[in-house]
């Protein structure tokens, strides 16, 4: 019997684990070790089955991972597997960490597979991080090819005449630059309106207005988990709407506009009125959010108008804050995430896209500037925002995004409410 052995590649630097030796029986004991000391880290664990020989792979993968990938033949020995392996792997930079863990039935002198044993020597992430007990046994790749892009959009689409955000449907288109979108097929949509999505640990999370009003979604986008998230608040009774997220010391920090049963939040039952922006924090899981002390901002509508949608981002040192009047976008700056988020023109508005250019913003950190997306009553145009603050005119805008993302779409599809991120799964 062929004892198994084990191989570390960590940073690119190959050590050998001489003399530590892993029978069969010890790998729920190895599964726990590396939990314990790669907390961040993914653990897929999949089993490789001919009829004469079965071979268990345990790769520890990095949060950003570039996948799946497939043997081009079927290996004649043991180390010819783990020599392949190990190459692939080189040529896999996001790949930081793998561990193989041979177990075989066979003899020290491998033999050949036996005719019809199949050896699928795919690494598929289904990004789920390791559950309670410590194990992810990933059985199958991603069902369907999937696409790798620098740049994440969730946007909601609907057919005119839409009649309401509760027709609204939620999906994922991915880029390269910035400005050609693709239409993510793997991911089916979800119903709900003006999404957000943030990366964390090796999840996608999608917040929308649906009556689920989260999921999590893998590598494969495919949805994990989804779930209901409350807002604990003494002031905030109508919930919240728009929301807009980013990870702050290992929690989600939910900026929003406060909802108002029986209402449109954004504008004012009889004018003048004061509309705010509020935040707040909830841990990872469970995600149950609780109000934070103050405003964010706040504007005062006097004879008409809204203010709602808001985007938040990190910029230089600090923080940007853009929030949508109509159908332009003002900005707003802080140096720290949960203090007053202030006008460059204070007390007057700062509009970077003016003359009815588009609102319901996201905004993407880029270098010293920001890529601004904006929505237009069809479809989702970008502007390149000098400093983040600089106000763009009507032509820098560019559309990047139509209802013909949709194989198949009819003039009548209507693309909306961008959010912008960069990919935890680049290309």
């Not at 790949?95 to 699928?120: H, M, R």
């Not at 509760?166 to 003006?194: M, Q, R």
């Not at 003048?272 to 149950?288: L, V």
Request: aromatic share 6%; hydrophobic share 35%.
């Amino acid at each position: 019997m062929l004892t198994p052995g084990i191989r570390l590649r960590l940073n690119n630097h190959v050590s050998s684990n001489a003399g530590h030796l892993v029978e069969e029986p010890s790998i729920p004991a190895l599964l726990q070790t590396l939990k314990k000391n790669l907390p961040q880290h993914t653990i897929i664990r999949r089993r490789i089955t001919g009829p004469s020989s079965s071979v268990q792979l345990i790769a520890v993968k990095h949060c950003r991972v570039d996948g799946p990938f497939r043997l081009s033949r079927k290996p004649d020995t043991l180390k010819e597997f783990s020599d392949m392996m190990t190459l692939m792997n080189d040529k896999r930079s996001a790949l930081t960490i793998l561990v193989l863990c041979c177990l075989t039935a066979c003899s020290e002198d491998i033999q050949k597979p036996d005719a019809g044993t199949s050896f699928d020597g795919s690494i598929a992430d289904k990004g789920t991080q390791l559950d309670s007990g410590g194990i992810y046994d990933a059985q199958s790749a991603c069902s369907m090819p999937v696409p790798r892009f620098t740049y994440l959009m969730a946007f909601h689409s609907c057919e005119q005449p839409c009649q309401g955000p509760h027709n609204h449907v939620s999906y994922l288109a991915g880029s390269n630059d910035g400005i050609s979108w693709t239409h993510i097929e793997a991911f089916v949509g979800l119903k709900g309106s003006v999404p957000d999505i943030v990366a964390h640990e090796n999840s996608l999370y999608l917040f929308h207005t649906g009556e689920k009003n989260w999921a999590r979604l893998n590598a494969c986008y495919e949805v994990l988990e989804e779930g209901r998230a409350d807002l604990q608040s003494a002031t905030d009774t109508g919930g919240f709407v728009d929301p807009s997220l980013l990870i702050d010391n290992g929690e989600l920090v939910l900026f929003y506009l406060p909802g108002i049963m029986g209402q449109d939040p954004a504008g004012c039952a009889t004018y003048p009125c004061t509309k705010e922006i509020h935040s707040a924090r909830s841990s990872i899981s469970p995600i149950a959010f609780s109000q934070s002390a103050g405003n964010r901002t706040e504007h005062t509508l006097e004879t008409g108008g809204t203010f709602s949608d808001p985007d938040i981002i990190r910029h230089a040192d600090g923080y940007l804050l853009y929030v949508s009047t109509g159908q332009n976008t003002a900005v707003f700056s802080s140096n720290t995430l949960e203090g007053e988020f202030k006008s460059p023109d204070h007390p007057q508005l700062r509009q970077v896209s003016q003359q009815n250019s588009g609102g319901v913003p996201s905004a993407i950190s880029v270098g010293d500037d920001v890529w601004l997306y904006v929505s237009t009553p069809k479809e989702i145009r970008r502007a390149v925002i000098k400093g983040g603050i600089t106000a763009a005119q009507p032509q820098d805008f560019e559309t990047v995004l139509t209802g013909q993302v949709f194989s198949g779409a009819s003039t009548d599809t209507v693309v909306s409410s961008p959010s912008i991120i960069v990919s935890p799964w680049p290309k």
